[in-house]
């Protein structure tokens, strides 16, 4: 039985069109991976296939009835955000201010979804359970929305998109921002579902060596072009064979370089922390954190979803105002001693799961590198010749000098990313923060933006700290290591 069928389809405006018509079947049984690079036209196919995206001469066909309830779709933008997004700012989510008594839980909203999902039955609440316990929602339920980070936002979306028991499922790079232990969760929950319930699946991949076992075939997309469904063994006995960019990004050659003269302006302390401690209501974040970071260092740092990484760094790019009761100092300066958010921030390049949830308006991407360089979330001010120059050459960097002109919510999520990559560097700041900076990037994007990372750092005046839940991913110039534990 046949469960989707594409037919010679054509999107129906121009500007939603592949480079050639698209013919795609999906029989019973059947669990399909979705690969290509940044850019080649994934998400574009996945509009034709959810009908977001009408097609002509024929519609989609479903094997199936109500596609609103038995064919959903988890999308990159919808696993950062939540039901509230339109009003969404980066700091919202540490600001106590943003928080009261109408602000949702996770409990709260989980169960809306569920009763919106179809009838109160036994064996529905059985299904819920099933998925609290798997992912290990039951310490989350009583906790804001707004509070969670983004692995557990994908948890919560994708709890919630699983309660309606649909005939297929399609997630677009579900395992980014989930730590080692969670990914092998969700594997293991999507492999049981497609038993137990009789799930399709279609995932919708940047990173090739996360294809589970449970997928059965391929479809490769290259420059807007849908490829033939193939064998998943078959197709990883190909790549293999052609060199694929499957291979670990551990395996990529590390050639040694001298770094340059140590520089001594200024304060040797980057960031001092002492004792400090983050409550939200009865939840106890950090606890007596003691951390120093000395200028021309480069710190990895990890710890499981929910351990306060991301808490951490809000902490030091100024946007959390807890900060002010804590005894930090940033730059050889102590917080709340007279110096602005702007004298920190000037001296930060930052990128972040946040960050990107909070760039919704549809400007160039010129005009998003160049508001790196006003430490804004939006550009305000008209940037100059020299200051455009600047934003050409970092866009270039990146590999997507030609998009600098292309208005950022008509990129893939892939080249988003890359877009706030080169803002994160515009500026050439003396502090980098990457956080979790190859979400949604394919496997030779990630091996550039390590490279481009690794060169920055040769300069022993720039200070690093990198999150990542990959080892691979880490830069080979990572000196230091600091792990959280949850609380």
Not at 218 to 238: A, F, Q, S
Not at 248 to 275: C, M, Q, W, Y
Not at 414 to 440: M, S, T, W, Y
Request: hydrophobic letters at 35%; glycine letters at 6%; aromatic letters at 8%.
């Amino acid at each position: 039985m046949t469960t989707i069928k594409i037919s010679n389809a054509r999107a129906r405006k121009p500007e939603w069109s592949m480079a050639e018509p698209v013919d795609f079947t999906m029989e019973e049984g059947e669990h399909i991976a979705i690969i290509g690079r940044n850019g080649s036209g994934k998400s574009m196919f996945v509009d034709i296939l959810t009908g977001r995206h009408p097609a002509f001469p024929n519609m989609v066909e479903y094997g199936f009835d109500e596609p609103y309830n038995n064919l959903k779709h988890i999308t990159f933008r919808d696993t950062y955000g939540g039901d509230n997004d339109r009003t969404y700012f980066l700091q919202q989510r540490w600001n106590q201010m943003e928080i009261d008594e109408e602000t949702p839980t996770v409990g709260s909203k989980l169960e809306e979804a569920y009763k919106m999902a179809g009838e109160d039955t036994p064996e529905r609440r059985a299904l819920q359970q099933h998925i609290y316990e798997l992912f290990q929602l039951e310490p989350l339920l009583d906790k804001y929305i707004i509070l969670l980070s983004s692995g557990e936002l994908r948890k919560y979306k994708l709890a919630s998109s699983l309660f309606t028991n649909p005939k297929v499922l399609i997630m677009e790079n579900p395992f980014i921002g989930l730590d080692a232990k969670t990914r092998d969760q969700l594997k293991e929950l999507m492999r049981t579902l497609t038993e137990e319930q009789g799930l399709q699946i279609i995932l919708v991949l940047a990173k090739t060596d996360e294809i589970p076992e449970f997928i059965t075939h391929i479809i490769e997309v290259r420059e807007m072009k849908v490829k033939d469904k193939v064998l998943r063994e078959e197709w990883l006995t190909r790549a293999a064979k052609e060199h694929s960019i499957i291979h670990s990004l551990a395996d990529t050659p590390h050639p040694e370089k001298k770094r340059g003269p140590k520089d001594s302006s200024s304060t040797t302390e980057v960031i001092h922390f002492n004792k400090v401690t983050i409550r939200y209501g009865a939840r106890t974040i950090l606890k007596d954190l003691d951390w120093i970071v000395k200028r021309g260092e480069h710190w990895a740092l990890s710890g499981d979803n929910g351990s306060g990484k991301s808490t951490l760094l809000s902490l030091v790019c100024a946007d959390n105002p807890q900060s002010y009761a804590c005894d930090i100092s940033l730059f050889g300066h102590k917080r709340g001693s007279g110096e602005s958010i702007w004298d920190i921030k000037r001296q930060i390049g930052y990128v972040s799961p946040e960050m990107h949830r909070s760039y919704k308006q549809n400007i160039p991407a010129i005009q998003i590198v160049a508001s790196g360089l006003k430490d804004t979330v939006g550009l305000y001010v008209k940037p100059n010749d020299v200051e455009k120059a600047q934003c050409r050459k970092w866009l270039t960097n990146f590999g997507i000098g030609h998009l600098a002109e292309r208005k950022f919510l008509e990129m893939s999520s892939g080249e988003q990313r890359l877009v706030l990559l080169a803002r994160a560097f515009v500026k050439e700041p003396n502090l980098l923060i990457l956080d979790e900076p190859l979400h949604g990037l394919d496997d030779a994007n990630r091996r550039m933006v390590k490279e481009h990372v690794d060169d920055y750092c040769q300069d022993s005046s720039k200070t690093l700290i990198y999150v990542t839940h990959y080892q691979e991913e880490l830069p080979y110039c990572i000196d230091h290591s600091i792990y959280l534990e949850r609380h």
